[in-house]
Structures are given as C-alpha cells and as structure tokens.
C-alpha cells in the first residue's frame, strides 16, 4: 500500500512544478540565435572551388579557400590561390594568395547570408621566376572586389529555421566568433 502523502510533501513539490513551467515558458528567450560552426561553413565554401572567372580574355582559376575568423572586427578572412595563365604570350603565367576580407549581412529574400564591404587586403602573384607583377595584382585585385561583392557565403537550410518560425522569431543581425558565426533571431513582426 503506498504510502500516505503529506502536506509538507505536496508544498516541496510546487516550486519544482513552477520550474518545469517557467523553462517550457522561456524556451523563446533561449533560443536567441543560429549558430554556424566555422568548420562546416570551410567544407561548404571549399566545395564550390575551383572556381574560374574571366579577366581580360583569360581564364583565372581560384582555388583553395581558407576561412578566418576576427570577432574583434566583425569580419571573416579568406584567402584564395589565384591561378592566371598567360595571356596570349603577353604576360607570365601568374600565381599566388589573394586575402580577402569582408562583413556579413542576412539576406531575407532568399534566407542567405551574403558579403559586405569586402576589400582585397593583400594579392601577391607572382610569375615562375618569384617577379610580382603590380599591374596583374592590382586587375585581380578589382574584380576579387567585383566577383565575391554580395557573394552568398551561406543558405540557410529549412532545418536552420524551422524553430525560428515556430517561435515566431527571424533571423537579424550576423555576428562573427572565433569559430563561426552567430546569426540574432529577432521577433517576426
């Protein structure tokens, strides 16, 4: 036979069933962001190169991508290997890192998260004999700025927000940290 429950029993029990009710209730002032792990978003960049684009008649190809993160300026890194052939024996074949680096902004027609204020921070191609050549540098330089301008770094997968939209909450502000991004979801209005 179970045993009897007492009043001071039933009273120990209550700010437990409070607890329960008040974490069911504050599920939506948890769930204040989407977290990007840095590693996934580097498997994800490197699977769209190679890239190639065309410069002035000839065909550069970017390779291996390689992210950074700088929380204390907002702002992600990435560095690229720039492959420029010859052009029509005119110029060298070129190769050589060029460091990008940028904001990040969402994007909600398309739930992206997209480039902003990108800037080539430093191109160094050089031909097969180690000589820069300034002029090829500062071409590539301007369509790095061109080409990855808006450039959507990420898509947000139905996963990502399926309970945002549950909680009524969208996503807002894209912030940079040491080993991803943190995208604030904000009251739908």
Same mark, same amino acid.
Request: charged share 20%; net charge positive.
């Given at each position: 036979?179970?045993?009897?429950?007492? @009043?001071?029993?039933?009273? +120990?029990? $209550? *700010?437990?069933?409070?607890?329960?009710?008040?974490? &069911?209730?504050?599920?939506?002032?948890? !769930?204040?962001?989407?977290?990007?792990?840095?590693?996934?978003?580097?498997?994800? /960049?490197?699977?769209?190169? *190679?890239?190639? +684009?065309?410069?002035?008649?000839?065909? $550069?190809?970017?390779?291996?991508?390689? /992210?950074?993160?700088?929380?204390?300026?907002?702002?992600?890194?990435?560095?690229?290997?720039? =492959?420029?052939? %010859?052009?029509?024996?005119?110029?060298?074949?070129?190769? &050589?890192?060029?460091? !990008? @680096?940028? &904001?990040?902004?969402?994007?909600?027609?398309?739930? %992206?998260?997209?480039?902003?204020?990108?800037?080539?921070?430093?191109?160094?191609?050089?031909?097969?004999?180690?000589?820069? +050549?300034?002029?090829?540098?500062?071409?590539? %330089? !301007?369509?790095?700025?061109?080409?990855? #301008? =808006?450039?959507?770094?990420?898509?947000?997968?139905? #996963?990502?927000?399926?309970?945002? @939209?549950? !909680?009524? /909450?969208?996503?807002?502000?894209?912030?940079?940290?040491?080993? &991803?991004?943190?995208?604030?979801?904000? *009251? %739908?209005?």
């Amino acid at each position: 036979m179970p045993a009897p429950v007492s @009043r001071r029993h039933c009273l +120990q029990l $209550i *700010p437990a069933l409070g607890l329960f009710s008040l974490s &069911g209730c504050s599920v939506a002032s948890v !769930l204040r962001n989407i977290d990007l792990d840095g590693d996934m978003l580097q498997r994800k /960049l490197a699977a769209r190169f *190679p890239m190639q +684009q065309r410069l002035l008649g000839a065909e $550069i190809t970017l390779r291996n991508p390689r /992210l950074s993160f700088h929380p204390d300026s907002n702002q992600i890194g990435t560095r690229v290997q720039a =492959d420029v052939p %010859s052009v029509f024996g005119l110029t060298p074949a070129l190769s &050589g890192p060029v460091d !990008l @680096r940028y &904001g990040l902004r969402y994007e909600p027609t398309d739930n %992206s998260v997209r480039i902003t204020d990108l800037r080539v921070q430093t191109i160094d191609l050089r031909d097969p004999a180690g000589r820069s +050549q300034p002029r090829i540098n500062q071409a590539v %330089s !301007l369509l790095g700025e061109q080409l990855f #301008s =808006d450039y959507n770094v990420y898509q947000l997968t139905e #996963s990502d927000l399926a309970k945002a @939209r549950q !909680l009524r /909450l969208k996503p807002g502000k894209v912030t940079v940290r040491r080993s &991803g991004l943190e995208i604030e979801l904000l *009251p %739908s209005s």
